[in-house]
């Protein structure tokens, strides 16, 4: 199978330097593969490593860092604002250069039977690596922690998970793997200890409140900076730019008389979303560049599309 993919794991640290770079170390052991990025948050105590390769390469890297995510990561003792059911939270593949979304799915669909043969951790298919409309979304998956997921799957059939078994891992939880287009996840920081202040901004501005479309937000806590945040996916930047998700957080923190500190991007933009944002003010640290996803694969002779 010819092609490249990226692959881009969310795993349940944010906080132990040591843990991260083994996990680097798990996914780039395997020839082929290259670490793009790496995005760490104390207050969500949550990284993002991003990974592309062939679709051979990235099959045995994913299966290899989430075995060595459910080593050393232990649900149990893991407090963090960002929602997550897992060790590896979820581990999504995007068909770039090459390579086609058939590809990724049957992918998911590989790789999530081995996690849940051989490392006994339940999977949930989401987005395109999954046919059922009620939990083919991430926020369905998680709608109220695992706790709440942990008495669907033992009371409801509909809930039983794709793979592995009907009760979540001891220590790693639950995983979900799927196959989606690229997003953007971005960031707006508030200044204002009120989380409910920005939950309810998030509220208003994302698609499935009748905000702007194809956004999802949630509102989320940041004490190590004594700030709250908006923490939004662009799941389509053709129908709403970053530029316009951040004006309409920062339009919806203005109204409630609370200013904008700053904002991030977490993770890698498409060339395209990143020229969208040419002459707007998004109170960003640094987006220059090389944050985009093609110039990091260029860096590697591999392509984008």
Known sequence: MAGTVEC????????????????????????????LDRHLDEDHHRCVLTMAGTVESIEEAAFAVVAKAAELIDLKHHMGQHPRLGACDV??????????????IRLAHRVGAQIGEDLRIPVFLYEEACERSFRKRLEQIRKGGLESLKKRMATERAWAPDFGPAEPHPTAGVIAVGARYPLIAFNVVLQSHDVSLARDVARSIRASNGGLPA????????????????????????QTPVHVAFE??????????????????????????????????????????????????????????
């Open 8 to 35: 881009i794991p969310n795993f349940s640290e944010g906080r132990d330097p040591g843990v991260i770079e083994q996990l680097e170390h798990a996914l780039t052991a395997t020839q082929g593969v290259v670490l």
């Open 91 to 104: 581990l999504p593949f995007v068909p770039l250069s090459g390579s086609t979304m058939e590809q990724s």
């Open 248 to 305: 309409a957080v920062k339009r919806a923190a203005v109204l409630k008389g609370v200013a904008v500190v700053k904002s991030e991007l977490v993770g890698l933009i498409p060339q395209e979303a990143f020229a969208q944002t040419e002459g707007h003010d998004l109170q960003v640290d640094a987006l220059t560049q090389t944050q985009t996803l093609e110039h990091r694969l260029g860096q590697y002779g591999l392509g984008y599309g």
């Open 215 to 238: 956004v999802k937000a949630i509102g989320l806590e940041l004490k190590s900076q004594g700030c709250v945040q908006v923490s939004m996916n662009l799941v389509n930047y053709h």
